[in-house]
């Protein structure tokens, strides 16, 4: 008897967290994993968060909080949007929620009926797919290659929009990828969309902080856009706070309330105490970030300069996020060590059983050529992880 709705029945696990879980599976039996496999900070969060957090709970921050957030951090927020992002939001713009995730499931169920279409450029962030299906949208993706440093083109963009496309999302320092889209590609990206004003964006810039390109740029800026794109971020990755649970949108008002309205049915506010602290992160001059930045600079380069070495392996240079997508289509149809690789999935089981190492097949991703690694990890657990990886492919 099968008593779980279709719903359910369609949508498809996590594969980052799935993957994760594995990972901690075979480490709990004792076998010597490397798991690259979640995107999380490896630091700790920065301890004048973890006060603000403290002093929170001393001042008896316990109760339900407002359903779009605490005021004082929709203020914060909108600071921090002008600040870093030249983006005029006012604190009705806002919805404060239990994760980005949160955000960008409120945005999927408040914009999208049966039968919309959402663009995604591929690789995309593995939950938008599940996200946009579960409230009924089709996604529809635009695949892109190492080659063009896994960025869409204006004219890929054009020929993807039909009668039926709602929306595009999109998310830049890109997960899996790591490109970052300048202000030049966003402008031409935009100058297509300027001809469909009914196409919305969805802006992910969770990773904003993690770019070593030395530019960041927000599409919502470039002119004709603002009123159509919803800027979502979080403090999830820049403030290593990925289990506090906070992220939050700048949208239309009419958007945001929607949003608000269907988190008063679901969650409710995000947690009191995350909320407090969340306001200390964004308040803070993101110079904070430098050394944590610098870090995952470092490890880049490590990574990427380790996997060139790989016969076969093809590689962009990332230039934000903690991920690299290496193109590992080459090994399709050989067999290792007794195992034919067929796909990604299979090169993926094969790291995990021949060198103990976790990654995520790029289908999860909308890219079945390629392979993500996190190097969210310590430069001693990179390098050990990629000489493995070399061996196991030797
Ligand atoms: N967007 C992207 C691109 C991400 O990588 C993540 C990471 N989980 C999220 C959104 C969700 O972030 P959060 O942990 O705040 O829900
Ligand atoms: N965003 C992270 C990742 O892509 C965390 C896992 C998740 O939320 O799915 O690995």
């Known amino acids: 008897m099968n008593f779980l709705s279709d719903r359910i029945n369609n949508l498809s696990t996590s594969q980052t967290l799935a993957m994760a879980a594995k990972a901690r599976e075979l480490k709990a039996q004792g076998i010597d994993i490397i798991s690259l496999s979640l995107g999380e900070p490896d630091f700790n969060t920065p301890d004048f968060i973890k006060e603000a957090a403290k002093k929170a709970i001393d001042e008896n921050y316990s109760t339900y909080t407002p359903v779009d957030g605490y005021v004082e951090l929709k ?17 009705g713009n806002i919805v404060v929620s239990t994760g980005a995730k949160q955000s960008l499931y409120n945005i999927a169920q408040v914009m999208l009926n049966d ?5 995604l450029p591929a690789p995309y962030w ?8 579960l409230s009924g949208g089709i996604p529809v993706e635009v695949p892109t290659s190492v080659e063009s440093d896994f960025k869409i083109t204006p004219e890929q963009l054009e020929a993807a929009i039909t009668p039926k496309t709602k929306m595009m999302w999109f998310s830049s320092p890109c997960n899996p990828s790591g490109s970052v889209y300048n202000k030049e590609e966003l402008t031409a990206l935009a100058k297509v969309l300027e001809k469909y004003p009914n196409v ?5 810039e969770i990773y904003e902080h993690i770019n070593f390109s030395g530019t960041f740029c927000s ?11 919803i800027t979502v971020n979080g403090v999830a990755k820049a403030f290593a706070m990925t289990g506090w649970r906070i992220g939050y949108i700048g949208a239309p008002e009419a958007i945001a309330k929607a949003c608000t309205k269907i988190q008063g049915q679901v969650t409710s506010g995000a947690n009191s105490i995350a909320q407090r602290a969340t306001i200390a992160a964004v308040e803070a001059d993101p110079s904070v970030l430098n050394t944590m930045v610098s870090a995952f600079k470092n490890r880049r380069d490590l990574v990427v300069g380790l996997m060139k070495e790989i016969p076969g392996v093809k590689l962009n240079v990332p230039e934000g996020a903690f991920y690299v997508f290496p193109d590992i289509s080459s090994f399709f149809g050989k067999t290792l060590r007794g195992t034919t690789i067929n796909n990604a999935e299979d090169f993926s089981m094969y790291l995990l059983a021949e060198a103990n190492v976790a990654t995520v097949t790029g289908d999860a991703f909308g ?16 390098t050990e992880a990629i000489t493995r990886i070399k061996e196991a492919l030797a």
């Open 75 to 91: 203020e914060a927020i909108c600071k921090k949007f002008k600040r870093d992002n030249g983006l005029d939001y006012k604190p």
């Open 367 to 382: 890219n079945p050529n390629c392979l993500r690694l996190s190097y969210a990890a310590s430069e001693e657990q990179l």
């Open 126 to 133: 593995v939950s938008y797919f599940e996200i946009i299906k």
């Open 200 to 204: 919305f964006i969805v802006s992910d």
């Open 219 to 229: 599409i919502a800026t470039i002119p004709g856009m603002f009123d159509r794109t």
């Open 115 to 119: 039968g919309d279409e959402v663009i």
